[in-house]
């Protein structure tokens, strides 16, 4: 139980266009959400925690308005990297509460912007 | 594929005890392993890493040795507090499948 499902797992595309990060909890609905961002060799970074219904909250630094997060359903959340740039290359991971403090994650998406 | 096997939990164990959390893994190169630590209601922090065999991260007074020869990553701590009590997890990244194996999460409850 408790499985995230997470698409893509990889994509490549062009700079300026926008990307677009689907985490759908199967089997437990996710009233929390968590995206973090990771460099290769190096630790996560919460990038922010949505919650269903409602605005995400974002952690310092990271631009509200390039990385769109969308909680719309207790089974959906969806990260959107807008006009996105050879910087914003990385690997993006989201995770899931469920229970009574449990977390579980996706498996995560490598974008290369070109 | 790759995989990463942590004990289960909830461990429960009493102010200054010796914690163990014992992580196996499997992959098919040469991963880097973490260890991370979920604190009730925050998101995840990195406890610590080893990026080859042999190497030990340590970090707050845990270690853990990368070996490669038991493919483990076992995460010890000398005299655990209240403060440790967390959720914990084993995961694996290799470059070459860009992706993050995570272990279930161990519950960690430590008692005064």
């Known amino acids: 139980g408790a499985v995230v499902s997470q698409h893509p797992s990889r994509v490549i595309c062009k700079s300026g266009t926008s990307v677009k990060i689907e985490c759908r909890s199967l089997d437990f609905q996710a009233t929390t959400m968590f995206w973090y961002r990771q460099f290769p060799k190096q630790s996560l970074m919460l990038m922010a925690t949505s919650n269903e219904g409602s605005k995400a909250t974002y952690e310092q630094g990271v631009e509200k308005d390039k990385f769109l997060i969308n909680h719309a359903s207790l089974t959906l959340s969806t990260l959107t990297v807008t006009s996105a740039h050879p910087e914003d290359s990385s690997f993006y991971i989201c995770?899931?509460?469920w229970g009574r403090g449990g977390y579980t994650f996706g498996s995560g998406t490598r974008l290369t912007v070109v | 594929g790759d995989s990463v096997t942590q004990m289960e939990g909830p461990v429960t164990l009493s102010e200054e005890a010796f914690l163990t959390i014992n992580c196996t893994y499997t992959a098919t190169g040469y991963p880097s392993l973490f260890w991370y630590v979920q604190y009730p209601g925050e998101g995840l922090q990195l406890l610590l890493k080893a990026t080859k065999a042999d190497d030990k991260g340590s970090n707050k007074g845990f270690e853990a040795t990368y070996r490669k020869e038991t493919t483990s990553f076992h995460l010890e701590k000398g005299s655990v507090q209240v403060s440790d009590s967390a959720v914990y997890f084993c995961a694996l990244y290799e470059d070459s499948n860009y992706q993050l194996i995570w272990g279930a999460g161990t519950k960690l409850i430590i008692k005064p």
């Open positions: 995770s899931a509460r």
